[in-house]
């Protein structure tokens, strides 16, 4: 083996990135790690995936800063791998490479009328209020009746946020022309819908709690939307979170109509599987037609052939997430992730492909939380470690390993990244945006940051480009 530490890079700065970073820079070995990110920002789904106000937001985003913030994991931000590095850079460069890129699109429902132009992926919406710098600046928010799809937790975040005032969004990050846009929103109703029954769905149960505690905006359940089979009952006493999520519909289902005063409201619905989204005669949604399931014994269901029609001008699809390929890896177009046997990434002939592993939503499919990402990135670490014990990791010309060949790269392919201390000073420049905003009206608090939306302008902060004028006239009325 080499004297030289094990060179490694991990793409992907989101939790699956960072997480497998750290415990790899804990295993022992002598390694060197790079942190490679297509966006100027770190955190991934944490900063561009997750509503401003989830609850959970600020103590994540703590732990991975207090990871990167060691040192000993260098960054490389703004770099698009497979366009401006390929994979065989990264193979020629370091001895192993992580792929932790997550999920970043939505999965594909595939019911009539879903290419409408007011039928929405709830991915893009999510990267629309979380202010990626790679999508539009603009959202149409102009429908009053709204149908979500989905009984996960990003539905609940779509869902929350549309009802939600935006004058209550403030004392979160959100960007300034996202404000700017939910002030205009019109909603009056938003329905959430899910096909099997309250035993099944996947919301966690502070999320759905925190559902009902916005200010004028009503949650309301059916109380014929409850009904347990054998196969509901058996997942409830195996799992205390069903429990708690099943008690909260309940207290939703039990609150008097008359308390129901607010401006605007969050239906939920179970038992209703998507079938249909119907237009009007101009081609714009008018419609969201349902078909009433029934619980089959087994926690499954099955349709009883009775349909609804929602009226409603504007469809989101919450129905999961899915990753893309990676040009010059395999790609399973079906689970959307790579091929991948507890993290070692296999080729078309069934074995593992030397010094490529997969860790996060890219190696296991979008589910699980940050307590899975933690211990599937342990999983794959433990196998990288193996792999080294056993000689198996070593990568080509001993003078381009590592991270000052990456560094010359870079620089005379002219790719403009940044870096851990780049983003620092982007962080900052946030965060006195948002003092210089001030304190909310009606006493709600302070702005903690604004982002910027910009990615030339995240860039030119990142790489102290710019003075503090000059980038406000860059970013314009978008952030300031």
Known sequence: ?????????????????????????????DVQIDLFERLPAPYGLVRYGVAPDHPRIKQIILALFRILQRGDIRMFANVNIGEDVTVQDLQEHYDAVIMATGSDRDRPLDIPGVDLPQSYGAADFVSWYDGNPDYPRQWPLEAEEIAVIGVGNVALDVARVLAKHAEDMLVTEIPENVYEGLKKNPVKTVHVFGRRGPAQVKFTPLELRELGKQPDVDVIVDEKDFDFDEGSQQQLKASNQARQVVKTLTNYAMTDPSEHTASRRIHIHLFEAPSEILADEDGNVKAFRTERTKLNGDGTVSGTGEFTDWPVQAVYRAVGYFSSPIEGLPFDQ??????????????????????????????????????????????????????????????????????DAMVHLLEDRNVR??????????????EQLGKDFGEVEGGRGARERVKVVSREAMTRISRDELSKDEVLDLIGDIDK
Request: no cysteine; glycine share 16%; charged share 20%.
């Open 417 to 430: 990244f940044t870096t851990w201390q780049g983003w620092e000073l982007l962080n900052a420049y946030e």
């Open 334 to 403: 079906v689970r959307g992730i790579i091929p991948n046997v507890e993290g070692r990434v296999i080729g078309a002939d069934g074995q593992a492909l030397p010094g490529i592993y997969a860790t996060g939503w890219v190696k296991r499919g979008p589910v699980g939380l940050i307590g899975s990402t933690k211990s599937d990135a342990q999983q794959t670490i433990s196998h990288l470690v193996e792999d080294f014990n056993e000689g198996k990791l070593h990568a080509g010309d001993e003078k381009a390993v590592g991270h």
């Open 1 to 29: 083996m080499s004297e030289r530490p094990l060179s490694v890079a991990v793409i992907g700065a989101g939790p699956a990135g960072i997480y497998a970073s750290d415990i790899l820079a804990k295993s022992g070995l």
